[in-house]
Each structure stands twice: as C-alpha cells, then as structure tokens.
C-alpha cells in the first residue's frame, strides 16, 4: 500500500483556500494607506492582463478592493454576461466613470473590522468567478506568506551549499516535519501552506506537486496526480509499465481511474539535498508529461475542464 492513496484533491483545494480567506482576512485587518496590495494570477504569457484584486485603504478604518472587469483584461480573459452578472449579486459595484475615485474595475469599500466580508469576497471572484483553481495559482506583489510557494524554478542542477548535504537524524515524524518545513522555507521564502492532513501543495507551471511526511518518520512522499478519469485500466497498466521502465528516479502508478507519479525522499538520516533534488525532479516530470499522457490514456489534466 502507498502513502497517498487516500489523497483527495478537491478536499486539499478547498482547504487550502479557506486558508487563503483567513491569512487574506488577516492582512485585510492591518492594511493601511502606506501601501497598495495587488493579488495577480497566473498567466500563460507574462505581458497578458489577466485576473487581479488590488487591496487599499484610501482613509482610516476603510479598506477597498477592486476587482479586475472587461475593461482592462485581455481578449483571453474577459468576463462573460453571466460572470459580470455574479460579481455585482455578489456585492461588487461596477465599474464607474463618475464620483471621488473612478476605475475601470470592480470596486467595493467595507469596515476593516468587517475583514472576514472582504476576504470571502475576494475568495469567490477569484476562485469562482475568474476560475483560479487553487491558491498557488495566485502573485502577491508583496506579503507572499498569505500564499503558497511560488513556482519551482526550471533550472540545471547546481552545486548544493555545505549545510544542504549535511544529514540529520530526526526524533521523530513531527521532527522530521519541522526539517522538512525548513528547507520549503529556505527555497520559497517563506513558510508552506498545509492542509488538513499535513499535505504542502507547491504550483509547477500547469499543474501541482504535493509533499508528504509518512506517519512513521522514514520517508517524504513527494507526488503528483497527472491525469484523471483514465479510459481503460489494462491499457494504461501497459503505458505506466513502459514508462516505469524507461524513469529515473520515480515511479507512475495507477489508482483506480487516476495516474500518481511520485518519488520517496529517505527521511532517516534527512538530507536536505535530497528534498532539493525531488522537488525539482518531480516538478520537470509533473509539468513535462502530463498533456502528452492525459491524450494517450483519453483523461484529463489536474486543471483540464471541471477538474
């Protein structure tokens, strides 16, 4: 039996952005007119306008929010009737050419001490409104701790710095948490967000990789779910088979109509290394194969439709 079976994606997601509403509630609480907050999405091309909020507080106790509307976003990105129509039944004024501050956006102004309102609000247009499948997919100009890591970079191997090889030998599964938690820092700057089962979700291009420290303190599970909905078990036992015997480093398997790719990283003694190395190889087999595989077992990607 392996150690993420019982991985529920959608139970992961929803966690991680009622996460998101209570860390986005807290900076909603304390945010002042020093700074502006701008909260982008990812975006296929880096000069697209895609999706974004901007957070300002433009007088005291006064928090306002605007909420990106036809008006500003490209052609791949506008708002369709039924999308303009839930922003504004939601609560959302429109946009406004007339009054103190006119904007091309969304806007609402709320109470700070009603923070929680404004952080589901934001919640629902950019989960279900502009279609952001999960947190991660989300770009703070500043402030990134209320978000999971950024994206792992693509790059070469290089040297590791001394204290990166050095071993430790954990106490226990939540020590070995805690060093885990430390090198995820150490790489994106800030601590991961978790959910409910201890599960860190890290964004890599158009899909996830999720880390995991096993109950008994040995490994750290490092995986993928690359295709949903398979079409037909014993041809994609024959596939996975092929490319089991052709990988380095990983392992896809089959569980029941989704395909795992995943790596076990020794947690006795643990090597920060080592969780260096995983998390940039699964993230180059994760990001690399899963159109290609979801079109040859007639499935779907993670963020594919409904997904």
Known sequence: MNDYSDFDLDRSTRQAWTEFERR??????????????TIGTATANDDEHGPFLVLSSPRRDVVRCEAASNGVLDDAYQLSTDQLTRMERA????????????????????????????????VEALRDVYGVPHPVFLSPDQLAEILQPNPVPQEEPVDFDADDIIAVMPHDAAHLDRLVETE????????????AEGDVAIRVGSTMVFLRTVPDGQEVIVFSIVVHDVEGRSRATEVLNDLNADARWVRFQLIRDRVFVSL??????FVPAHLHHAVQVMSDVADGIDDELAAK????????GDA
Do not use: Y
């Open 264 to 269: 076990s990283v020794q947690g006795r003694p």
């Open 184 to 195: 995820l820092i150490d790489m994106f700057g800030h601590p991961p967000m978790r959910d």
């Open 24 to 37: 986005l509630s807290e900076i909603i609480s304390v945010i002042d007119d020093t700074a502006d907050m």
């Open 91 to 122: 609560g959302w004024h429109p946009p406004t050419a007339d009054g103190d501050r006119p904007t091309p956006n969304f806007w609402v102004e709320v109470d700070q001490f009603t923070s929680d309102k404004l952080a589901a609000l934001a």
């Open 297 to 304: 077992l007639r499935g779907r990607t993670t963020f594919d």
